[in-house]
């Protein structure tokens, strides 16, 4: 892990950037290490990667233009590239500045003084001090309980973590705020793959945490290889699901997947007026202009629903200890209250912009929310954590309440949202029925779909047994930004979710809507 | 980036520094500069300027390795972190299917380049993008106008232990403009027009103004049909935008040709034999990265000449295409396809030969109830073996039949398909022109498509995507 004073100091940047008519500069050093320790059909290989640059993002502007993010990145250390590097983010923002119709403004940041602020993520065993054999040796101890699946075709178990250093220095209003942080993840992941008179079965798990290696320690990743392999062998020979509404129970490993594509809808930059990534990923429904001004009231779920943004959750991939436009992460940020929509993941950019759309000052001030994948991206509003509080009820007490319906467990299998997060489609690796309050047999090729706002507002409970589910693959932006993300989730009993099977397109055709 | 001669000689130091470990090293180099701007309706919101790069090593001490990412811009660490691996390479046991390092082929098909134009030194210029967008901003006709205008130019090299030596450098642009309408109730329609190029010259902004407010006036002047009928879902003809095709093809073929999922059983086209019938006599598929409009990939990860590959040949499977590893796994030759690890190789340079028709003769001889997707958004395979597809449509769904324009279909659909059953029942194909990768590329070779516009009879599904 890097230190403070490891990293290159960015006061003569900031400065650079003002002197030459930045009207606000920010600077972000980083410095990543990273190693993934892999077999992949008992081929084994091991990465060992390292990376550092500098970014910095102004706003400028032009002679007759308005006020505009410019952001330039460079990989070098050397003072000329850096140098050029503040010219080019300013070019850039005046280039842009005579193709706005208003100035970019900000929300108030919070100030917290001239001390640095730091953060580092809380572990006990750092990866790094462990040995490339250890790993090794757990990898291959792993991939040999998957090799004994029978039927097998393909398998891979992974180990890797990351680590990365960031120092963040804000210019603005004649201040200067620093910020540097210290985040650990660690992920281990498996697989298997079956085939059988033609059909093929997968399952896989996946688990992560911001931490250290004691959270791979406490997993017990042994036992989730060897249930795998039981598993998808009960795949092999399980009934085909049928396509009709039912009763579901979604694990955290499911539900967590579908908040978070849910929660794409509730990041800022969505709303249809405002359409930031309306050329490629898309809008929300919520974001209507005669839904958005019903902030605060808006039904879009049961009442069992409330879900909060926070970067403070322990083990969340979006856990860390601010956001990238120095937004110092400490409380939980409302969403869904009971049901009610009550809150956006925001940037300080989009707090006057959504005020203006809604009417009435609604929000007053960035939720830090606001994250880049690496020092050579542009910050974005981001999703760092969801948590979806729990309810009271234990898993067994969901399924005794049901009398006909699935249990679906996670990892997802493949995932499809529409274009403004008004409808869904998941499929299953895995599910079983309930008959009467029992858990019954697998079925297989389980996938679900819907409306979104609909689904939500067909919960009828949340249970109480919560996990964490962690997603580091999350993509937004042109180019795309991939950033880790993390969901805080209970089991969820829903009504009426309708049904598909994910192999056969035609089951059901031309059936009415029920 | 560096310079030419600057960055060889890096990578012949970084070398020096395996064998010094005592080990034999393949470094790939790669570096890109991108310069966006992007706009959301009507007003720029991003512009930017990033250049990341990075050398990746492959360490080897008879058959065993290890991987090496190092920053691009540095090898202050480089000493250290080779010495560090090499010596974690006596924990690793052999691996049978570790390739040879590559010899210097005795022809490099890279002179292929001298023939594309150098960028110019104002190639990331942004004033020219701000010219773009200032055309979209005088767009009047009660459409707002979202947008990217991206120009990216990379570098490659590849050098190893055995003397390979190979450098490659390339440039290109797109810009895609989304046009969008708020309508009361608060549907927003969108229309979308993307195009693509090795240089400036091969960009028109006028034609993609000119497209995309042709797709926004339709969506003005048609009526909104009722395609479903108070269904669930309704099995239709369809006529796929290349737009579409590309979002298609790209989800389909990466888990299809992939030479190791085929050969170990997870792809469509496991235990189907070259030549077998797998989609319409009308379809003919290549990967080819010398096919004009392509951005031109030369040699793989690993410096092995890219082949040609025959994917599908008049509606007969070819051949599918293999990293050097999976290769030497399946007793196969590999296609310089490989992207550093196994299971790696899939087609990135995909040409589909067009046909006679233009998008309006599909249109005309659309007798039956025909869908007209423009747009497929956030594709998936839902059942990898059976290439099963599902995406949603966007940017403009219409309904044509009796060869005329019968309306707009508003409510969001899913659409669901076989894959190959779709190709299977291709009936017609427009000119191909050339998309790079779906719009969040960036930072690495895109993967091209060259794409026509598709009529297919009878085999997609669509289903109310709310429902």
């Known amino acids: 892990m890097r230190t403070y004073t490891d990293m290159r100091n960015p006061d003569n940047i900031l400065d650079h950037a003002v002197n030459r008519g930045a009207l606000f500069a920010d600077v972000r050093v980083e410095a990543g290490r990273s190693c993934y320790v892999m077999m992949d059909d008992g081929v084994l290989s091991i990465e060992n990667d390292a990376d550092q640059g ?46 706005r119709k208003s100035d970019i403004e900000l929300a108030p940041r919070p100030t917290r003084g001239k001390g640095l602020i730091t953060y580092a993520t809380p572990l ?20 040999d309980i998957l090799r004994g699946t029978p039927y097998l075709i393909s398998r891979s178990i992974s180990l890797n973590w990351t680590a990365s250093s960031e120092l963040l220095a804000i210019a603005e209003n004649h201040s200067l705020q620093k910020f540097f942080q210290n985040v650990c993840y660690i992920e281990v992941e498996g697989r298997v793959t079956v085939k059988r008179k033609g059909e093929v079965q997968t399952r896989s798990f996946r688990f992560g945490a911001t931490g250290g290696f004691e959270f791979i320690h406490a997993l017990n990743v042994t036992d ?43 990041e800022g930059d969505r709303p249809k007026q405002i359409g930031h990534e309306i050329n490629y990923y898309g809008t929300s429904i919520l974001g209507n202009p005669n839904i958005l001004p019903r902030i605060g009231s808006f039904r879009a779920a049961s009442p069992e629903v409330t879900i909060l943004a926070t970067a403070t959750l322990p083990g969340g991939y979006g856990t860390a200890g601010f956001d990238h436009e120095g937004i110092v992460a400490k409380q939980e940020h409302p969403l869904i209250l009971s049901g009610r929509w009550v ?20 929000f007053v001030g960035s939720n830090g929310m606001t994250r880049a994948e690496a020092y050579d991206r542009i910050p974005l509003i981001r999703m760092s954590n969801t948590k979806t509080l729990p309810g009271t009820a234990s898993t067994d007490e969901l399924i005794a309440s049901v009398r006909r319906g699935l249990i679906i467990d996670g990892p997802v299998y493949s995932w499809s949202m529409g274009f403004d997060r008004s409808s869904f489609s998941f499929g299953a690796e895995m599910a079983r029925e309930i008959r009467n309050g029992k858990l019954g047999g697998v079925v297989r090729n389980v996938g679900i779909m819907g409306d979104t706002l609909g689904f939500w507002k067909s919960c009828a409970a949340m249970g109480r047994e919560v996990e964490i589910y962690n997603e580091p693959n999350c993509g937004k932006g042109q180019p795309c930004q991939a950033v880790s993300t993390g969901h805080s989730t209970p089991p969820g009993l829903f009504h009426g ?16 809507v029920g | 980036m560096w310079a030419k001669e600057e960055l060889l000689a890096k990578m012949a130091r970084i070398i020096d520094l395996a064998h010094e470990a005592g080990t034999k090293c393949e470094v790939l180099f790669m570096a890109t500069k991108e310069n966006n701007i992007r ?13 990341p790069m990075q050398f990746c090593l492959r360490l080897r001490r008879g058959n065993r390795y290890i991987n090496v990412n190092l920053p691009g811009s540095s090898l202050r660490e480089a000493r250290r972190l080779i010495q560090q691996n090499a010596a974690a390479l006596e924990y690793l046991e052999p691996t049978e299917y570790l390739p040879g390092l590559v010899s210097q082929p005795q022809r490099l098909p890279e002179v292929i380049y001298e023939l594309q134009e150098s960028p110019s030194q104002d190639f990331h210029d942004p004033e020219w993008k701000v010219r773009a967008f200032q055309k979209f901003q005088k767009i009047n006709s009660g459409w707002e106008t979202s947008g990217r205008f991206y120009t990216i ?6 050098m190893n232990s055995l003397g390979l030596a190979r450098y490659h450098t390339t440039s290109y642009c797109g810009i895609s403009l989304t046009a969008s309408k708020l309508r009361r109730g608060g549907q927003q329609r969108t229309a979308y027009a993307y195009q693509c190029g090795l240089s400036p010259q091969e960009l028109d902004v006028g034609s993609v103004i000119a497209e995309v407010l042709e797709r926004a006036a339709r969506l003005d002047e048609l009526p909104v049909v009722d395609f479903l009928r108070g269904k669930l879902s309704r099995e239709s003809d369809a006529i796929l935008s290349p737009y579409a095709v590309r979002t298609l093809i790209q989800e389909v073929l990466r888990l299809t040709f992939t030479g190791h999922l085929v050969e170990n059983g997870e792809s469509f086209l496991s235990g189907k034999r070259s030549g077998c019938r797998i989609a319409n006599r009308r379809l ?26 025959p994917l599908i040949e008049q509606g007969h499977f070819g051949r599918p295409t293999f990293d050097s590893m999976a290769a030497k796994m399946a007793k196969r030759r590999s296609t310089g396809h490989s992207g550093g690890e196994l299971g790696s190789g899939r087609p990135e340079c995909v040409v589909i030969d067009g046909g006679a028709y233009t998008h309006d003769s599909l249109v005309a001889q659309s007798d039956q109830p025909t869908v007209v997707v423009s747009g497929l958004h956030y594709p998936t395979l839902t059942y990898e073996k059976k290439a099963v597809f599902s995406a949603d449509t966007n940017h403009g769904t219409f309904l044509v039949e009796g060869g005329k324009w019968r309306g707009i279909i508003e409510t969001p659909l899913r659409v669901r398909m076989k894959a190959f059953d779709a190709f299977k029942r291709i009936d017609g194909l427009t000119g191909a022109v050339p998309l790079f990768d779906d719009e969040d590329d960036g930072m690495e070779f895109p993967a091209t498509y060259i794409v026509p516009s598709m009529r297919i009879r009878s085999a997609i599904s669509f289903l109310h995507s709310a429902s």
């Open chain 1, 54 to 99: 500098i970014g910095t993002r102004v706003l400028a502007t032009a002679n007759g233009g308005r006020r505009m993010w410019g952001f330039s990145s460079v990989s070098s250390e050397r003072r000329r590239e850096l140098e050029r590097m503040v010219r080019t983010a300013l070019a850039c923002a005046r280039a842009g500045s005579v193709l």
């Open chain 1, 124 to 143: 006990t065993i750092h990866p790094s001090t462990l040995s490339v054999e250890y790993l090794v040796e757990l990898v291959r101890a792993w991939d």
């Open chain 1, 224 to 266: 989730h290889c060897k249930r795998i392999r039981s598993e998808v062998i009960q795949l092999l020979s399980a009934p085909e699901c049928r396509e009709e509404n039912l009763t579901v129970i979604l694990l955290p490993q499911f539900l967590g997947l579908i908040t978070h594509e849910w929660g794409h809808g509730l």
């Open chain 1, 343 to 362: 809150g956006l993941m925001l940037s300080r950019e989009m707090v006057p912009r959504l005020n203006q759309l809604i009417g009435r000052p609604y």
């Open chain 1, 497 to 512: 979710v309708h049904i598909i099977n994910r192999k056969n397109i035609h089951e059901g055709r031309n059936s009415h």
């Open chain 2, 39 to 51: 706009s959301a309706l009507g007003e720029a919101h991003q512009a930017f300027d990033i250049e």
């Open chain 2, 153 to 158: 130019t990379t570098q490659t090299a590849v």
């Open chain 2, 284 to 309: 003919t598929m290549t990967d080819d990265w010398k096919f004009p409009g392509v951005v031109r990939v030369p040699f793989d990860f690993e410096g092995r000449t890219r082949q040609r590959v």
